[in-house]
Structure formats: structure tokens, C-alpha cells
């Protein structure tokens, strides 16, 4: 039984069934969740004079600032249930796996979309999928609510 959720999202809005999924996989085991977000490598932040407007660190600031807000309302969909929240930054397959050993998580959740057929994930949930030390959790996303097909 996973006590320990390690749940990677983009800052793209995921599916509310991807959100209920997690919750009810958490509430069965008594899971903490920690949501994580990984984000580029920041660096300066140039205008079409070559002035710069920010510097990396200012950049990363940002980004990262960004990213704790989202994170934080995934969190209150998830109410009840124990949430941790985590930013890092560079290859996403990468820090996940990273951030998978760090947490000590025992189940990695992944959101995949709904057009794969066939276990070729391509890009990050592949490469985290094969590589993982802990089992992966593919959940696909059912219809949106609005706008889907």
C-alpha cells in the first residue's frame, strides 16, 4: 500500500479525473501527497535591444513563485488529504526520479493523455515509467468538461 504519492504536473490544468484518481488512491491508503513541478532552467531575461529585464535568479524567483501558487490549488482539490509541495528545475524525468528517491515515495501518479493507445508514452511518462526504482501509476485523463472530445 503506497503511503508516500509522488504526483508530477505540469501548469497545464489537469483532468478532473486525473485530480479524483489521486485523491481516491490517497484517501484508500492513507497516502501524504506531495505534488511536484519541474521547471526549466531559468536564465536571463533579455528584450529585443539586448537590455536585460531580469536576471536568473529573479527568473528562477518567478518560476518558481509560479509554480507553489498552481501547486497550491491542486492541493485544495485534494482536501483532506496531507500534501506536500515541491519546484525544481531542469530535465523533468530527471528531477522526478530524483524527487521520487528524495521523497522516499512508495507510488509515482502520472497523468497521460487520452489519445495513447498503446503503452508508447513517448517523453517524460516513458522515460520515468521504464527508469523508476517505484511502481508508476498511468492514469489517463477522461473528457474535460468543457471543450474536450
Partial sequence: MAKRMLVPLSQI????????AVADLA?????????????PVAGPVIDADGRTIAYADQETL???TEARDYLETIAALLDGIPVERAVRFG????????????????LIALGV?????CLMLGGVAEQVFRRADVPVALLRAGRRES???
Fill in 113 to 117: 493523455g487520452r489519445r495513447r493507445r
Fill in 27 to 39: 484517501r484508500g491508503a492513507g497516502a501524504t501527497v506531495r505534488l511536484l513541478h519541474v521547471a
Fill in 13 to 20: 490544468a489537469p483532468a478532473d479525473s486525473f485530480v479524483t
Fill in 62 to 64: 518567478r518560476l518558481d
Fill in 147 to 149: 471543450g474536450g472530445r
Fill in 91 to 106: 530535465d523533468a524525468a530527471r528531477e522526478i526520479l530524483a524527487e521520487a528517491v528524495e521523497f522516499d515515495a512508495d
